[in-house]
């Protein structure tokens, strides 16, 4: 697209969003007793492309463009949107989100001072949406031989690229005005495998706030390719997975997703503030094995879950959520920081200007241990060892959290044995990190494929893991065994 | 923002200046399909004011087909300049992709010719009535909270309200449009015993405010579901029957409703692949995909590409009869389209349910729980342990052991696994509580045996 100019331009050449729009409309927000208001601008142009039966048949380009309007007073919150951005529709929903407040008052000044992110995480000298359409077409296809050729039973795949360049500006009743540019790439593989009248899929996939070269440094998509081939091919072999209660050894990676559902959302600011998490009120205390420490980063170069500043417009930050087992910190937005008496921690996100924000995950992971992997595995009589995961879900209140392994094997007297089926894990987040007995020195982050979903709104995130071992985890299989027992 | 009224002869005005400039730039056909949705929702917690959220929406997505390729574009900038951009940007992606003939639009004699009025659409959507909003939510929620002392806390109600106008038009010479509504109630409440807690929630939804469930029996069953909840354990590992709940039977639907979607079947990535005319569960069970349902959620005079929507019984005692196609998928089937094409304004069409349900049977809930000598109801499932393509399941459960015909305790914290065919064969009973809440519903069931995994 081209669009070499900072967002404040862009904005104010596009929809006539000038400084003192800016002030007028936050000043109308704030005619009533409100504590703060907030300006949210947001230009979206997404692209992707998808290869199924070896040819690229389907392409879509999507431009959503919009503002929100956010009004707070106390703990109520007033949201107002529109994906008509004129400075009528601007002041009309200040009025609207105004009504959240009680009374009225006077008309406040705010003057509008812009401020620049403290980093730059993901500039990039072409976007990934600059990249020509050719380019993008011949990585799906080179993506499509590279697992056919992998094994002739793959008789399917389906890989999309997805791209998105993201404009966005904030400004606050505070004054501040932010901006920022937020490109993210993705692929994603699935490939279909057929031997006899069984068929198995395996997945893969990842990107980042990256240019589309990312992809194919070192044959990263080719890698990505055999990746999801071979798990198809493994699921041939696998046996019934095991039921019930049992030793699990985590690989690293992907599987940090056990830390999303277990702890992160349990320490979202919102759950505590109202003391609906099953973490309220824990600060301080041990929640985890001294071996845990586990980390917020929305910081890391170029990661899918990092941002520069989040959606209010706070710097993004490295939050200590467990150190050495204690409780440490909560991950916060600014409304709920405030009614909790802390700092903002940089973790307001929204999908799009279409909805308000609320305290979210960036980069989530444990810091890395001494063990080797080997030793892991080999501490172990009987159990499961996981890899690759699907999805994972959490009810914040009784705490327990289910995460879905893909890719899974047998533990036997220290060595892995056969694949199993996948099986979902359940446990009970403020207490899985307690029995985390080995850590090892391996911590990886995953390839950038993860998006959460909270309230109905998605964004990029990231995990990460050294390869740990849990014991005592429930594996949901179908094979129940007579004596299976807690270790 | 500005409420300006839902303008149904605007939209299709819109729809129709996109296919004349993408036929300028080169489109040999298209279709566009173009949507305005005006919101509103207020929120309450712990009796006060939390939230109140107003919105205004206008999108327009544009399928063009070059000959034998195909590519969707879509914008919020109804300009005309805007419009002309998006026209040739969907030109200049479809050049770019490679030829498949199964692309393109339906055959003109498929098309609807008529746009039934199926009471979808409450005109009271369009002009929300903030005071009386909060006034539901919070008598949902002083329902809820006041059912019990232990009912401590709450994560708060909410009452949203959606007006939208959809309208739909293609070269072949299709234009129509149609409007919708819908509310919703909501309240999950909080409960504590013993230092735990627990939460559960309960909801109704309606196209017609008038129709809405009252807020104080939204507000009593939420209590009640969340106070069983209170003392749940785990169970030993075993193998049980499970009975599924209503709310939580309809999930089960929505695995069928992924494995007989076109797109799943020449992918590929289905479990009831080539399983046409076979017995694919037990013979009680007929589900029936009904896209003309009065007032029905999941209800549309027409689908996304024009076609008239139907009844269509995917299963009938027991034998699959039908999957749910759109034009593109019956093509690579060899079969005929059913009227089930749906797209997100900015996608491609591809199938989905209208209004899937799976028959009432005649045995009440409280009967079918009786029957258990020893097992599970399940009353909430959590995560995403279902493979599509091989139909094996493993997912997060809670709900309540019953030994003797009498629930004995809550349960929390183990998994219910086992494959969906096995699972759908092996349905003993079908429930006659079927209520449709959204548009896949089912009554409640019981599956002869599963795995439950647990201490």
């Known amino acids: 697209m081209g669009d070499v100019l900072r967002p404040e331009r862009f904005f104010r050449e596009r929809y006539g969003v000038s400084e003192g729009t800016l002030e007028r409309v936050l000043g109308s927000a704030l005619a009533r007793h409100a504590d703060y208001g907030d300006l949210y601008f947001e230009f979206r142009t997404s692209e992707t492309l998808a290869l199924e039966d070896g040819l690229v048949k389907r392409a879509s380009k999507d431009v959503s463009q919009g503002a929100g309007v956010r009004v707070v007073a106390g703990d109520k919150t007033g949201y107002a949107y529109s994906d008509d951005v004129t400075v009528s529709t601007l002041e009309h929903a200040a009025k609207t989100a105004g009504h959240i407040a009680a009374t009225a008052s006077d008309a406040r000044a705010v003057a509008i001072r812009p401020a620049t992110?403290?980093?730059?995480?993901?500039?990039?000298?072409?976007?990934?949406?600059?990249?020509?359409?050719?380019?993008?077409?011949?990585?799906?296809?080179?993506?499509?031989?590279?697992?056919?050729?992998?094994?002739?039973?793959?008789?399917?795949?389906?890989?999309?690229?997805?791209?998105?360049?993201?404009?966005?500006?904030?400004?606050?009743?505070?004054?501040?005005?932010?901006?920022?540019?937020?490109?993210?790439?993705?692929?994603?593989?699935?490939?279909?495998?057929?031997?006899?009248?069984?068929?198995?899929?395996?997945?893969?996939?990842?990107?980042?706030?990256?240019?589309?070269?990312?992809?194919?440094?070192?044959s990263r998509h080719l890698r990505f390719a055999r990746e999801a081939a071979r798990q198809a091919i493994l699921n041939f072999e696998a046996v019934d997975a095991?039921?019930?209660?049992?030793?699990?050894?985590?690989?690293?990676?992907?599987?940090?997703?056990?830390?999303?559902?277990?702890?992160?959302?349990?320490?979202?600011?919102?759950?505590?503030?109202?003391?609906?998490?099953?973490?309220?009120?824990?600060?301080?205390?041990k929640v985890a094995s001294e071996l845990c420490t586990v980390i917020d980063d929305g910081t890391l170069p170029n990661r899918r879950g990092s941002l520069n500043v989040d959606d209010e417009g706070t710097p993004t930050a490295r939050t200590v959520l467990i150190e050495r087992g204690v409780l440490r910190g909560y991950l916060q937005d600014r409304l709920n920081a405030r009614l909790m008496g802390v700092a903002p921690t940089g973790n307001g996100r929204r999908e799009s200007y279409a909805h308000a924000p609320m305290p979210r995950m960036t980069n989530t992971f444990m810091l890395a241990g001494d063990a080797t992997p080997q030793e892991i595995i080999r501490s172990v009589e009987r159990g499961l060892y996981a890899v690759a995961f699907g999805g994972g879900q959490v009810d914040i209140t009784s705490g327990k959290f289910v995460f879905s392994a893909s890719e899974a094997y047998l533990i036997e007297h220290g060595t892995i044995g056969r694949p199993v089926k996948g099986a979902t894990l359940i446990g009970n987040g403020p207490d899985v990190l307690t029995r985390i007995g080995m850590v090892g020195h391996d911590l990886a982050l995953d390839e950038g494929i993860g998006t959460c979903g909270k309230n109905g709104q998605s964004v990029p995130v990231g995990v990460g893991l050294p390869t740990v071992r849990i014991d005592g985890l429930t594996v949901g299989g179908t094979r129940a065994e007579t004596g299976s027992q807690r270790p | 923002m500005s409420p300006g009224p839902l303008c149904a002869d605007d939209l299709r005005a819109v729809a129709l200046e996109v296919l004349d400039l993408a036929t300028r730039a080169g489109a040999t056909a298209a279709d566009a399909v173009a949507v305005q949705h005006a919101a509103f929702s207020a929120g309450v917690r712990l009796g006060a004011l939390e939230k109140l959220s107003d919105a205004r929406q206008k999108r327009l997505g544009l399928r063009v087909c070059v000959g034998e390729r195909t590519a969707v574009a879509a914008t919020a900038d109804l300009t005309r300049d805007g419009l002309a951009h998006l026209a040739t940007d969907a030109v200049a992606l479809a050049r770019a992709t490679q030829p498949d003939p199964a692309n393109g639009l339906p055959v003109r004699t498929a098309l609807a010719t008529e746009t039934p009025d199926l009471d979808l659409y409450d005109a009271t959507a369009e002009t929300p009535s903030p005071d009386a909003a909060l006034e539901r939510a919070r008598a949902a929620e002083v329902a809820a909270l006041e059912s019990d002392p232990r009912l401590t806390n709450s994560e708060g109600a909410e009452f949203s309200q959606d007006a939208a106008t959809i309208a739909y038009a293609s070269t072949l010479g299709f234009n129509a449009a149609y409007r919708s509504s819908s509310f919703h109630l909501g309240v999950e409440p909080v409960a504590t015993s013993d230092g735990r807690m627990q939460r559960d929630y309960w909801y109704a939804r309606a196209r017609h405010l008038d129709r809405l469930e009252e807020p104080v029996a939204i507000g009593k069953r939420a209590a009640a579901r969340t106070l069983r909840r209170l003392g749940a354990r785990r169970l030993p590992t075993q193998e049980a029957p499970v009975v599924f709940e209503a709310e939580v039977a309809a999930s089960l639907l929505r695995h069928i409703a992924a494995a007989v979607v076109g797109q799943s079947l020449y992918r590929g990535t289905s479990f009831l692949l080539g399983k046409l005319g076979e017995m694919v569960a037990a013979p009680l069970v007929t589900v029936v995909d009904d896209g003309r349902l009065p007032a029905g959620h999941g209800s549309r005079p027409f689908d996304a590409e024009g076609l008239p929507t139907r009844r269509t019984v995917?299963?009938?005692?027991?034998?699959?009869?039908?999957?749910l196609l759109d034009t593109y998928a019956a093509r690579r089937l060899g079969l005929v389209a059913t009227g089930n094409a749906a797209r997100a304004v900015g996608e491609a069409p591809s199938a989905a349910p209208t209004n899937l349900y799976l028959e009432a049977g005649s045995h009440t809930p409280e009967a079918i729980i009786a029957t258990l000598d020893r097992g599970l109801i399940v009353t909430e499932l959590i995560g995403f342990g279902v493979n599509g393509v091989t139909g094996d399941y493993s997912r997060g459960a809670a709900g309540l052991w019953v030994e003797h015909g009498e629930i004995v305790h809550p349960v929390e914290e183990v998994t219910i696994a086992g494959n969906l065919l096995d699972m759908f064969r092996d349905i003993e009973l079908v429930g006659n509580d079927l209520l449709f809440r959204g548009s896949v519903a089912a009554p409640t069931l019981k599956v002869r045996r599963m795995t439950i995994a647990g201490a």
């Not at chain 1, 994603?188 to 899929?201: E, K, L, P, S």
Request: with cysteine.
């Open chain 1, 117 to 218: 992110a403290p980093h730059d995480l993901y500039a990039l000298p072409s976007p990934p949406l600059d990249t020509p359409l050719a380019d993008k077409i011949a990585l799906l296809e080179a993506v499509d031989r590279e697992a056919r050729r992998h094994d002739p039973r793959i008789t399917n795949v389906l890989a999309s690229l997805a791209i998105e360049h993201k404009l966005v500006m904030i400004a606050t009743s505070a004054g501040t005005v932010v901006s920022d540019v937020q490109p993210l790439a993705r692929l994603h593989i699935a490939c279909i495998a057929q031997d006899g009248g069984q068929r198995q899929q395996g997945t893969y996939g990842g990107g980042g706030r990256q240019a589309f070269a990312f992809l194919l440094d070192g």
């Open chain 1, 242 to 285: 095991p039921a019930g209660e049992m030793t699990v050894v985590l690989g690293p990676g992907w599987p940090g997703i056990l830390l999303h559902e277990a702890i992160g959302h349990g320490l979202e600011g919102d759950f505590n503030r109202k003391g609906t998490s099953a973490f309220a009120r824990l600060l301080g205390t």
């Open chain 2, 314 to 323: 995917v299963i009938e005692g027991g034998r699959l009869t039908s999957y």
